[in-house]
């Protein structure tokens, strides 16, 4: 490989891992019909739980990561 494909290679290869953990960070957030929120990303998902047609109104939270739960306080 000869300099400028070295040169070209040290500025794509940065692009490329930012690229790639936007992809697999960055969440997206999907409204449930009963108030609660998810945000959901390749790698892990955050739940939201709110029950607003509940009396008090309840709410909690869920965290997977890679579908392994790992933290739960809604006993839902």
């Given at each position: 490989?000869?300099?400028?494909?070295?040169?070209r290679?040290?500025?794509?290869?940065?692009?490329?891992?930012?690229?790639?953990a936007?992809?697999?960070?960055?969440?997206?957030?999907?409204?449930?019909?009963d108030?609660s929120?998810?945000?959901?990303?390749?790698t892990?998902?955050v739940?939201?739980?709110?029950?607003?047609?509940?009396?008090?109104?309840?709410?909690?939270?869920?965290?997977?990561?890679?579908?392994?739960?790992?933290?739960?306080d809604?006993?839902?």
């Amino acid at each position: 490989m000869n300099d400028s494909g070295k040169k070209r290679l040290k500025r794509v290869l940065p692009i490329i891992a930012v690229v790639t953990a936007l992809i697999l960070f960055l969440p997206i957030p999907v409204q449930m019909r009963d108030g609660s929120v998810e945000y959901k990303a390749l790698t892990y998902s955050v739940i939201h739980y709110r029950r607003l047609y509940e009396n008090p109104p309840r709410e909690g939270y869920a965290v997977e990561v890679f579908g392994v739960l790992v933290y739960n306080d809604w006993d839902g």
